[in-house]
């Protein structure tokens, strides 16, 4: 989350300083949630930087819930990546603000030999959709047809299956 909010707000047009602050303020929060930080001094930092133009790109509440959660915080991957026995489907999109090159370096390594299908999705991002939330065209297209050449008997594949309204 760290390396993909500063790319934003680099994106976005900040400066240096917007993007220290919003590591520090990231690295607040997460150690709010890891319980190495007291929720007080969490939300000082976040008090710091809230009305800051950049803030929404952070990721980080405004005000602390009463209760830190947020399951996959340290979730190292490659252990169950490397025990797959089943095909793999990964997508990514060609806009992405998260480290896609270190992602899928872990794939190729860690998944057993030929389980592993990647597609990327043109001016797509984190999320297979676009702006209003309609599920992209190309991520229902390729999916269909990642699972139909999986079928014992195919399926005819639908292109664009999903109204775009």
């Known amino acids: 989350m760290r390396y993909g909010v500063v790319r934003r707000l680099r994106t976005a047009g900040f400066d240096g300083r ?7 303020v990231r690295a607040a929060y997460e150690d709010w949630v890891r319980g190495t930080l007291g929720r007080a001094a969490a939300q000082r930092a976040i008090d ?7 803030f ?10 009463a209760v ?4 996959d915080l340290d979730l190292e991957p490659a252990p169950m990546i490397a025990r797959l026995r089943r095909p793999v489907l990964v997508f990514y999109g060609d806009d992405e603000w998260v480290p896609v090159d270190e992602s899928l370096a872990v794939w190729r390594r860690e998944c057993p030999a030929g389980l592993l299908t990647e597609r990327t999705l043109p001016d797509s991002g984190h999320l297979p959709s676009d702006p209003a ?12 047809r990642w ?5 014992d008997t195919p399926a005819e594949v639908i292109e664009h299956p999903f109204p775009s309204e």
Do not use: I, K
């Open 18 to 24: 917007a993007a220290t602050e919003a590591e520090t």
């Open 48 to 54: 710091g930087v809230r009305r800051r133009d950049w």
């Open 56 to 65: 929404p790109l952070a990721h980080v509440p405004a005000a602390l819930p």
């Open 68 to 71: 830190a959660s947020w399951g």
């Open 133 to 144: 939330g309609r599920v992209d065209p190309v991520y229902s297209t390729e999916l269909l």
């Open 147 to 151: 699972v139909d050449a999986r079928l």
